[in-house]
C-alpha cells in the first residue's frame, strides 16, 4: 500500500514494489529501494505546490483563503498557541510544537492545529517501517509470477463489465478499463487492502524524523486541507504507514490535485466510491501523460544477432526495430497503432528473459510508481484480464541478490575502471552503463543486466580469484 504514496514523490531512481507489506527491491531501472522508500518520485504532476497555488483545489472559508494569500487572519494569528506536549518524545513534541507555531504565523485557523494535531504522538510502527530496509533484491519474474496471479485476473476479469461506470470513465479519459483494473488490483487487491493508518498521524512521525520531513509537513497541509473542507473527515483519512490512500492510494496532496467526484455525489471519495477511486487514478494517468488510443508494450523476440546494447536507447518506431532483430511475439504482426508509435526496448531480465517494446503509455503508468516492473506488473496484469495472449518467452528462475553483493559489483566495476559512482547498492541506470561497458570489452551479451554468474566474473576479471558462489548469495524465499 505504501507504494504509491512513496512513489508519487520520490525523487531519482525507481522502486518496483508488490502487494501491502510486499517489500521489493528492484534490479531495473534506478531503483532505490521499496516502496516504503519511494518518496520522492514525484513527476511534474506530483511535485510540491507551494499553498497558494493549491488555494483553490478545495472549497476554504475566507480566512482560509486570506492566508493562503498571505494575508494571515486578524482573527487567529494575534492569539497563542495553546497545546500540550504529550508524547514524552521530546523530538518530536519539538517538531510538532515548531509546525503548530509555523502554520498559526502563516494564517492557519488555530481552531484546525489544535483539533487535529494538539497531543500528538509519534506512531512507533511507522517509524519501525520506515526504517526497514529489504537485505535481498527480489528478481523481477518472482515479482510478475506472484503480482499477476490468476486469483487477481480472475477477480479483475470479474469487475470488467459489472461495473456500469466504466464506459464513462474510458470516454472520458481515454484510459482502457484493463490499465485502471491493472492499478486497481495491484495497489489494494481491488480495495481489500487499504491500510488502518492514522494518516496526520503517520505523517506527522515521518516529519519530526526528519528525513523526509518537507515532503511529510506538505502531505500534513494537504490533510488538513481536505478535513477542512469537509468531504472527508478526520477519522476516514485512512491509509498505508506512507501515507497512500484509499483504493487507489493516493497521497494527501495527489488526492487535492487529482481526485475526482466522478459519482456526482458531492465528495471525492476515492475510499468508498469505486467511481471516484478509478476515474481519478484516470486523470492520475493522464496527468501523467497517458496517450488515447496508443499501447502500452509489446513483447518481441530478438535474433540471436542482436545488439544488446540497444536496450534502454532511445524510442524509435517498431520498424525500426525490426530491421535491428526484434520481431513481434506471437502470431499477430504489429498492429496500426503500434507501427505508428515510437518504442524503447527494456530487458527486464536480461538477455535470457522476456524483451519488451515499451511505449509511453508505459511511462505514463511509471507516474503511479516509477518502477519498470511495477508497470510491467500493470500492464501484464491488464492485459491477461482483457483476454490477450501471455508472454511467449518465460521468465527466468533467478537467485536474490544482497546488498552486499550489488555493492559489491559496483566496487569491483569501480575497480576495472568502469564506475565511479557510490557503492550504495543501487542497480541504476549508471551502473548498468558501466555493467554494459565491461560486457563489451568481455565479449558478453551487454545486456546491463547484473546476476550472481555476472558477479563471479567480475571477481575473476578484478581480483583474479576463484568463481566461488559468494555466500551471501541465496534463493529467494
Not at 488555494?55 to 487572519?73: E, F, M, Y
Not at 469487475?159 to 485502471?180: C, D, H, K, N, Q
Not at 542482436?306 to 530491421?323: C, H, I, K, N, V
Request: glycine fraction near 10%; proline fraction near 6%; charged fraction near 20%.
Amino acid at each position: 500500500m505504501g507504494r504509491s504514496a512513496l512513489s508519487q514523490s520520490r525523487r531519482g531512481p525507481q522502486c518496483a514494489q508488490g502487494p501491502q507489506n510486499d517489500k521489493v527491491v528492484c534490479q531495473l531501472a534506478d531503483c532505490r529501494g521499496y516502496k516504503a522508500a519511494r518518496l520522492s518520485h514525484i513527476r511534474t504532476i506530483m511535485h510540491r505546490r507551494d499553498f497558494i497555488g493549491l488555494a483553490t483545489a478545495l472549497p476554504l472559508t475566507l480566512p482560509w483563503r486570506r492566508a493562503l494569500a498571505g494575508q494571515p487572519d486578524q482573527g487567529t494569528a494575534q492569539t497563542g498557541l495553546r497545546w500540550q506536549a504529550p508524547s514524552a518524545n521530546g523530538a518530536f513534541d519539538a517538531w510538532l510544537g515548531g509546525f503548530m507555531a509555523r502554520a498559526l504565523a502563516a494564517g492557519w485557523p488555530q481552531d484546525l492545529l489544535t483539533r487535529e494535531l494538539g497531543g500528538l504522538t509519534p506512531d512507533p510502527k511507522v517509524i519501525s517501517l520506515d526504517g526497514r530496509q529489504p537485505e535481498l533484491s527480489r528478481p523481477v519474474g518472482d515479482y510478475i509470477r506472484k503480482t499477476v496471479s490468476q486469483d487477481k485476473i480472475a477477480a479483475g476479469q470479474a469487475r470488467m463489465y459489472s461495473l456500469t461506470f466504466w464506459p464513462a470513465v474510458e470516454a472520458r479519459f481515454g484510459v482502457p478499463r484493463e490499465i485502471l483494473i491493472g492499478i486497481w488490483g495491484m495497489e489494494t487487491g481491488f480495495g481489500a487492502v487499504m491500510g488502518n493508518y492514522d494518516v496526520v498521524r503517520a505523517m506527522a512521525t515521518l516529519a519530526a524524523e526528519g528525513r523526509r520531513q518537507a515532503w511529510a509537513e506538505a502531505q500534513i497541509f494537504s490533510a488538513l486541507r481536505i478535513i477542512a473542507s469537509g468531504q472527508i473527515s478526520r477519522d476516514q483519512l485512512r491509509g498505508s504507514w506512507a501515507g497512500a490512500m484509499g483504493q487507489t492510494q493516493f497521497l494527501p496532496e495527489t488526492y487535492v490535485t487529482t481526485a475526482i467526484d466522478f459519482d456526482g455525489d458531492g465528495r471525492k471519495d476515492i475510499w468508498r466510491s469505486e467511481a471516484d477511486a478509478l476515474a481519478s487514478a484516470a486523470n492520475l494517468l493522464v496527468k501523467g501523460g497517458w496517450r488515447r488510443g496508443e499501447p502500452w508494450a509489446r513483447e518481441v523476440i530478438l535474433a540471436p544477432s542482436f545488439d544488446y546494447g540497444l536496450s534502454e536507447g532511445p524510442m524509435q518506431l517498431p520498424a525500426a526495430w525490426s530491421r535491428a532483430g526484434a520481431s513481434p511475439a506471437g502470431a499477430l504482426d504489429w498492429s496500426l497503432q503500434e507501427a505508428r508509435t515510437p518504442a524503447s526496448l527494456i530487458l527486464p531480465a536480461g538477455w535470457t528473459g522476456p524483451a519488451f517494446l515499451v511505449f509511453a503509455n508505459h511511462m505514463a503508468i511509471r507516474t503511479y510508481n516509477n518502477s519498470t516492473a511495477y508497470a510491467l506488473g500493470v500492464g501484464l496484469l491488464a492485459d491477461a484480464v482483457a483476454g490477450r495472449p501471455g508472454l511467449v518467452t518465460p521468465w527466468p528462475m533467478e537467485l536474490a541478490l544482497s546488498l552486499s553483493d550489488r555493492q559489491k559489483a559496483q566496487s569491483l566495476l569501480g575497480r576495472l575502471g568502469f564506475y565511479a559512482g557510490d557503492l550504495d547498492g543501487v542497480i541504476g541506470t549508471r551502473t548498468r552503463k558501466a555493467l554494459r561497458q565491461w560486457q563489451v570489452s568481455m565479449g558478453r551479451p551487454a545486456d546491463g543486466y547484473l546476476t550472481p554468474d555476472l558477479i563471479f566474473a567480475l571477481e575473476a576479471a578484478g581480483w583474479g580469484m576463484p568463481s566461488q558462489p559468494s555466500p551471501s548469495l541465496q534463493a529467494w524465499p
